[in-house]
């Protein structure tokens, strides 16, 4: 049976740990191949990707290891440049697993297009014969993707807002629409474009934009995890991390930081699959504050066995199809070395890392700080810049972080020293 639990996961070296990837996602050696080389982007596939390419700026790839979410193992590709992500992740997720891991539900791929309709003299009115069209409107849209709508998809409903502004009131048409394993904005976005002249016509208005909305609150995945109160240290741990949440649940300027560490986790998954990273961290900081007050995405409590009870509720708009997700080869086998099978199974994935990313942080901070891991890894990025070579790196790294120095001309010097 496969497991995503290793003990020991640092110590291999990059190749023994992409065998044992190989192993457990079941990859091909031109797979294997394939992720061994520095950059596996085409620099002629990148120029069909963005506009201008001259270049291709690859990023370290880690692999996130002991998750387990609803009963199945994963290894999670992280594609990030920030030490201590993958391993702080990795060690939640250990700690996570003696009480079962984490647990997960979702509310279905459902994203909203805005449209904006001005110049309207009766808004009200002009609101109710948009719901009394519903029907021809949701026909007109769902005309433009047939094997959308075979796959269950497409618009499913419409909400109608009357926006007062400086220049009058506005009549918003929301709609709503059931994208599949699509992330969705081109999607809706062509929806929202064949609906404009006839919306026009309904309601004897003018359309200016008709675009998808990031901030996708009908696109919701909720993760759960029980935290062994032993495994995180002890109640008193249990208590800190309990009050270091409560300190980001009602202050924003702790809440930005908080909220930035679960970020963490996400963003490198986010990366790693081709996915849109600033649809998503658009989507996450709306949702924080969509009470008229920033506040955490997650909570954490103490349960009535001393055990620590996270909790976390975000926007996920990630797709398996279209995008980079397809064009780019190594998103392809991030995506093959996750296992998910759908767009909703990959958001709920990539929000438990959030979740792990959030308790790893604060259970730094609520004990030893957080510099002193962070730095520890840190250490070794100064000491190379610095001209270590690998011979020497682990003794600079050991000397810089027992001396509390991690600066770039302490690192030189003992590199100096070291060189004779």
Avoid: C
Avoid at 180 to 189: F, Q
């Amino acid at each position: 049976m496969k497991t995503s639990e290793f003990k020991g996961f640092y110590k291999l070296s990059p190749e023994q740990r992409l065998a044992e990837v190989a192993k457990f996602s079941d990859l091909t050696q031109a797979e294997v191949d394939l992720l061994s080389t520095s950059s596996a982007l085409d620099i002629h596939a990148a120029d069909h990707m963005i506009e201008n390419v001259f270049s291709i700026m690859p990023l370290p790839m880690g692999v996130a290891v002991n998750f387990k979410i609803n009963d199945k193992d994963y290894l999670i590709p992280m594609a990030v440049e920030e030490p201590s992500v993958v391993a702080a992740a990795s060690n939640a997720a250990r700690m996570a697993r003696v009480k079962g891991g984490y647990f997960t539900s979702n509310t279905g791929p459902i994203m909203r297009a805005q449209i904006q309709i001005v110049n309207v003299a009766d808004p009200y009115a002009a609101r109710l014969k948009l719901f009394e069209a519903r029907e021809k409107l949701m026909e007109i849209a769902n005309s433009k993707d047939p094997m959308l709508i075979s796959l269950g998809g497409g618009m499913k409903d419409l909400e109608v807002h009357i926006i007062p502004s400086p220049l009058g009131d506005m009549v918003i048409m929301h709609l709503i629409a059931d994208t599949r394993d699509a992330m969705g904005a081109n999607t809706v976005n062509t929806m929202a474009e064949a609906l404009a002249p006839h919306i026009e016509q309904i309601t004897g208005g003018r359309v200016y934009l008709r675009i998808l909305s990031n901030l996708a609150d009908l696109r919701l995945v909720r993760v759960r995890a029980v935290i062994d109160k032993e495994a995180l240290g002890g109640e008193e741990v249990v208590d800190g991390i309990v009050w270091a949440y409560t300190f980001a649940a009602v202050d924003p300027y702790r809440a930005a930081t908080h909220n930035k560490g679960i970020m963490n986790g996400i963003i490198p998954v986010v990366t790693a699959t081709g996915n849109d990273t600033r649809a998503i961290e658009a989507g996450a900081h709306a949702y924080a504050a969509r009470n008229g007050r920033y506040t955490s995405l997650t909570t954490w409590e103490k349960n009535s066995d001393g055990d620590l009870v996270g909790t976390i509720e975000i926007p996920m708009a990630v797709g398996l199809v279209g995008g980079a997700t397809k064009v780019h080869p190594i998103a392809r086998l991030a995506v093959k070395i996750l296992g998910v099978k759908s767009a909703v199974e990959l958001g709920e994935v990539i929000a438990a890392v959030g979740l792990a990313q959030n308790m790893a942080a604060l259970r730094a901070l609520a004990t030893e700080g957080i510099q002193r891991g962070h730095m520890s890894l840190h250490a070794r990025n100064v000491a190379v810049a610095a001209g270590a070579t690998p011979d020497i790196i682990d003794t600079v790294v050991a000397a810089m972080v027992k001396e509390r120095k991690v600066r770039q001309d302490y690192a030189e010097e003992l590199v100096k020293q070291l060189k004779g």
